[in-house]
């Protein structure tokens, strides 16, 4: 068979050529990386429209504090690793990514833990839990969260007060209505409403090592407790009033104990759970 050698080659070269011209575009147009230095740095907040702690300008500070923020850096040097480390380590943050782009640009995009509730105890400690327990020291959070104060200890705050603020959120009514929850010392629990002028002592929250069902006997104990305080309401304060009384005990089953300065009232309930009386002692 007789090949065409010389065509051949001049094919080769031609193809050759092309790849080659392809090549030196490319080269050209492509930024030097070595002296490409970062333009621009482009900060994400996750679900920003929630009530979170974290605004663009805070990261930026973040990073500018351990000079890792990356605009004017030569785009080779800028460590993404690093920058993921030092946000990881900020209690608010609950995880970063960070990339590159052609354009001489970095992306940082956060994800927050959310609060869900703030502790103030009487031992100095102030801190922020979201909904998994999770303690977020420091912060200037000014939302209106519920407040815990009281005789609170990290352990009964993750254990017990988290539980009790996540049913109160839960629930659309009571979130609207409770705005702080107080732990006595012997561990009642007290909540203070934002409507009237008065504090509801519940008692004490059942106690118990087994995390599935402390959760569910704490929240059987809510369920118990407000609707209680639900119908007292509807039946009670709607008709004397909602500033009567200073504090609204329902500690026992079986009674209602309210008081005013020093007058108490004393509602006793049918067994059913309706209100049957309030008479002056």
Same mark, same amino acid.
């Given at each position: 068979?007789?090949? %065409? ?145 009281? %005789? ?66 704490? %929240? ?17 304060? %709607? ?43």
């Amino acid at each position: 068979m007789y090949i %065409n050698w010389k065509k051949s080659i001049l094919v080769t070269l031609d193809l050759a050529l092309a790849a080659y011209l392809v090549l030196a575009v490319t080269s050209f147009n492509r930024p030097d990386r070595t002296s490409q230095v970062c333009e621009k740095v482009r900060i994400t907040i996750a679900d920003n429209d929630s009530t979170g702690f974290l605004s663009a300008q805070e990261v930026k500070t973040l990073l500018t504090k351990k000079h890792l923020y990356p605009k004017g850096k030569n785009m080779q040097l800028i460590d993404l690793r690093s920058i993921e480390s030092a946000l990881k380590e900020n209690s608010f943050i609950d995880g970063v990514e960070c990339y590159k782009t052609q354009d001489g640009s970095v992306g940082i995009v956060v994800t927050q833990h959310l609060p869900m509730l703030r502790v103030k105890a009487d031992n100095g400690e102030d801190y922020y839990m979201d909904a998994d327990g999770n303690i977020m020291q420091g912060g200037h959070y000014a939302s209106d969260l519920i407040v815990a104060t009281g %005789n609170i200890s990290q352990r009964y705050a993750q254990n017990y007060v988290s539980l009790v603020s996540q049913w109160i959120t839960g629930h659309e009514l009571w979130k609207n209505q409770v705005e702080q929850i107080n732990i006595l010392p012997d561990k009642s629990i007290e909540i203070v409403p934002r409507i009237g002028d008065h504090v509801v002592c519940l008692g004490r929250l059942p106690e118990i090592n087994d995390k599935n069902r402390r959760e569910r006997l704490i %929240n059987q104990f809510m369920e118990r407790k407000l609707e209680r305080l639900d119908k007292f309401y509807r039946y009670g304060l %709607n008709e004397i009033g909602w500033n009567k009384y200073s504090y609204i005990n329902l500690e026992f089953d079986n009674q209602i104990i309210c008081r005013k300065s020093k007058h108490k009232v004393q509602h006793q309930e049918t067994t059913g759970g309706e209100l049957a009386a309030h008479t002056p002692q």
